[in-house]
Nanobody, 122 residues
């Protein structure tokens, strides 16, 4: 079972940058495609970016393409999201998960980490 801990969020001005990290524990990280997701206040969670198990292919939501870069280090079992040219509409709690999200808790519920809050001021 993989467990995920997101970090790196914070308050930044529009146009600024942040780098998010997702530390994974467990023995299956390197075998999963992974993704970053975000949930803004009052909105549903949405996919932001994804990366294949070996990092060979990535995809991005249209809203972040050209500004965000997803990467991974399977030895460190860490997923990254470099966010540049941030906009106020990027404000959200950011989560990492398998892509698609398939992790479950011992009770059979969908598993999500606590996420990391990104706030972009105008």
């Amino acid at each position: 079972q993989v467990q995920l801990v997101e970090s790196g969020g914070g308050l930044v001005q529009a146009g600024g940058s942040l780098r998010l990290s997702c530390a994974a524990s467990g023995r299956t990280f390197s075998s999963h495609a992974m993704g970053w997701f975000r949930q803004a206040p009052g909105k549903e969670r949405e996919s932001v970016a994804g990366i294949t198990w070996n990092g060979g292919s990535t995809y991005y939501a249209t809203s972040v393409k050209g500004r965000f870069t997803i990467s991974r280090d399977n030895i460190k079992q860490t997923l990254y999201l470099q966010m540049n040219s941030l906009k106020p509409e990027d404000t959200a709690v950011y989560y990492c998960n398998t892509d698609p999200p398939v992790l479950t808790t011992a009770d059979g519920l969908d598993y999500w980490g606590k996420g990391t809050l990104v706030t972009v001021s105008s």
